[in-house]
Nanobody, 115 residues
Framework: QVRLVESGGGLVQAGGSLRLSCVYS???????MGWYRQAPGKQRELVAT???????NYGDSVKGRLTISRDNAKNTVYLQMNSLRPEDTAVYYC??????????WGQGTQVTVSS
């Protein structure tokens, strides 16, 4: 059974920090893990990805402030978010990209940044 379970979202003031976690299981042919976000009225957008080799990729709006990492022994991917801004407010989704077959998404976790 495939599972992606996010945690760590919440309410934080501008300039603050949060760390999101996503524990995943039951996924075969995994190529990369990532985080995406969707704000009200906007399309879902890339936040960051990390592949099996540890290479990372970031959306332009988060470079230098958000850091993705992965603990393969714990099947967990993290998103450290620093210097948060009100425009970072969104539902953050964990994503599993596979070499073959369909991708998987978590249920999402809400991040709200107050000004």
């Amino acid at each position: 059974q495939v599972r992606l379970v996010e945690s760590g979202g919440g309410l934080v003031q501008a300039g603050g920090s949060l760390r999101l976690s996503c524990v995943y299981s039951g996924i075969f042919a995994l190529k990369a893990m990532g985080w995406y976000r969707q704000a009200p009225g906007k399309q879902r957008e890339l936040v960051a990805t990390i592949n099996n080799g540890g290479s990372t990729n970031y959306g332009d709006s988060v470079k230098g402030r958000l850091t993705i990492s992965r603990d393969n022994a714990k099947n967990t991917v993290y998103l450290q978010m620093n210097s948060l801004r009100p425009e970072d407010t969104a539902v953050y989704y964990c994503h599993a990209d596979r070499i073959i077959g369909s991708d998987y998404w978590g249920q999402g976790t809400q991040v709200t940044v107050s000004s």
